[in-house]
């Protein structure tokens, strides 16, 4: 699947459609080049399944934590840029938060790739030269 996002009016509906893309799969890696949207595109699915605290990047603590209270939803945010190895996820108890059954939303996950579970949800986000973003899921 594509989802094309224009600018950054379109930002909204490619979250939406993003989100539907995922269903019910709780576990996603969200792939790109540094300034390629990751992050922007979290807050932006954060504001569509209406967290009560705006996203942003998870850089320095690793990991975020949005709460719905509207939902009751829980959903983590990962940025593990940062990690030099897979033993330092464990260290943060990664296994706990995937086995939670909370959608987990990763970024970079090209740190931690060989112990990403089997059911992971690839998601690829291209800037495009007329800085459009294109979405592969």
């Known amino acids: 699947m594509t989802i094309t996002i224009s600018d950054i009016e379109d930002l909204p509906r490619a979250a939406v459609e993003l989100l539907e893309a995922i269903g019910e ?14 992050t922007t595109l979290v ?6 399944l209406k967290m009560d605290d705006e ?7 690793i990991a975020n934590e949005y709460h ?12 593990f840029y940062r ?3 897979s033993g330092e996820a464990y260290d943060i108890g990664i296994e706990d938060y995937w086995d ?19 059911d992971t ?15 592969l899921i």
């Open 43 to 48: 807050a932006e699915m954060m504001r569509q």
């Open 83 to 85: 990690l030099e190895s």
């Open 25 to 38: 799969r709780r576990i996603v890696a969200l792939r790109g080049k540094m300034g390629a949207g990751k």
């Open 100 to 118: 939670s059954g909370n959608l987990c939303l990763m970024e970079w996950t090209e740190n931690i790739e060989d112990i990403l579970p089997e």
């Open 68 to 79: 719905s209270s509207e939902t009751g939803q829980t959903v983590y945010h990962f940025d």
């Open 121 to 135: 949800l690839f998601v690829e986000i291209e800037e495009l030269p007329d800085h459009s973003r294109r979405i």
């Open 55 to 61: 996203a942003s990047s998870p850089t320095f603590a």
